[in-house]
């Protein structure tokens, strides 16, 4: 269609070009219904579908693009902006609302869902492992409601869990797999540590998080340190800021109901402060420069699943000029899932490595 507007991509990598393929030939295939993106943590997956919605919209049909969580949607916004530059499209999250009737494209977190029955011709949800969409019943069933009889389903993440890994293994979904970062570095390897930790008062700060604030000081580095729960955030944070007095300015903590948190994560990103204590609110999807983290508590099975763990270990070296950088798991005991994310982690290195070869 010539009226359309041009589709303006970054370079991709030899792997992101044939996942494209993978995911063009999967749309012109009338029997596939739904395609699994298996992409390492910053691959650059997002990327790999432009394509496909390019070719979906021009044939006149209807797009959405899903991401469970409203931090990340925001920043999905902008990036379809950069790459389909005059592309009118509808932008929907909590509290917010960008139309653009008779536009083929919605862009949107997954609650906004429920506005929608029999719509799409094509959904893709990218990040279709996070909260709250994962193992969320009445979200999933709200996601099959918004797709027509006819249309298809991309489900793109860095950590499918193993009924999608059978399903992919039996045929029953296509697969496509990138499992190289875009710029053809391994995945940092987490370090596991055993130490003694403070309850829920945190009555001490660990020695291992004394070192690895000045570490990063030394180092002019950005560290985020993961907590299970809110309280732990806000008490740690409060002993830390007492403890390093001289550093107080830079540590801050955040969590998903702290009305400041946009405005703290401007700041991290900046620079402005060194060391941010996060709930797993900073799991996924944002990307900082320079970064190095650690988890505390991580044998907390519940909050800090083997995925989750893999997921956040993915935050780090994401950047061509930065691809290295630090993950620490701390535990009082190294747990069976702190030992698979590890692991999984080594495994997709491998797999990366093995592709090098191949190409």
């Known amino acids: 269609v010539a009226a359309f507007p041009p589709l303006l991509l970054p370079a991709l990598t030899i792997w992101q070009e044939r996942a494209v393929a993978d995911v063009l030939d999967f749309w012109r295939r009338p029997d596939a219904r739904t395609l699994l993106v298996w992409a390492v943590c910053g691959a650059g997956k997002t990327e790999v579908v432009f394509p496909v919605i390019r070719e979906a919209l021009a044939q006149g049909r209807r797009v959405l693009l899903a991401v469970p969580r409203r931090e990340i949607v925001r920043e999905l916004g902008e990036r379809v902006k950069t790459c389909f530059p005059g592309l009118p499209f509808t932008l929907l999250y909590g509290g917010h609302k960008e139309e653009a009737p008779g536009t083929g494209l919605v862009v949107a977190t997954t609650h906004q869902l429920f506005r929608f029955t029999s719509y799409f011709d094509l959904a893709i949800i ?7 969409l994962y193992g969320n019943p009445m979200l999933n069933a709200v996601l099959e409601r918004v797709v027509l009889s006819t249309g ?16 992919a293994q039996q045929g029953k979904i296509a697969l496509t797999k990138i499992p190289l ?40 580095r950005k560290g985020l340190l993961f907590m299970p729960t809110v309280v732990l955030v806000e008490v740690f944070t409060r002993r830390l800021k007492k403890e390093l007095p ?26 402005k402060l060194r060391l941010l204590v996060t709930t797993t609110l900073l799991e996924r999807g944002l ?10 508590y991580a044998d907390e099975e519940r909050i800090f699943s083997a995925e989750t763990l893999i997921q956040i270990a993915g935050r780090v070296g994401r950047q061509a000029a930065d691809p290295g950088g630090r993950v620490y798991f701390v ?14 982690i080594l495994q ?9 070869l191949d190409k």
């Open 246 to 271: 001289r550093h107080a300015q830079r540590i801050d903590g955040i969590h998903a109901r702290d009305p400041l948190r946009a405005e703290k994560v401007k700041n991290f990103s900046a620079g």
């Open 152 to 167: 298809k389903k991309i489900y793109m993440t860095a950590t499918p869990d193993a009924s999608w890994r059978r399903r």
């Open 126 to 132: 990218d990040e279709a492992d996070a909260f709250p």
């Open 181 to 220: 970062r875009y710029h053809g570095q391994p995945l940092p390897v987490p370090q596991l540590i055993r130490t003694a930790l403070p309850g829920e008062k945190g009555e001490f700060v660990p020695a291992v998080v004394q070192d690895f604030f000045l570490s990063l000081e030394a180092a002019d």
């Open 348 to 356: 997709m290195n491998k797999e990366g490595a093995k592709a090098q």
């Open 287 to 296: 990307n900082f420069d320079r970064l190095d983290l650690m988890v505390l």
């Open 331 to 344: 535990a009082e005991k190294i747990s069976g899932t702190m030992k698979a994310a590890r692991q999984g």
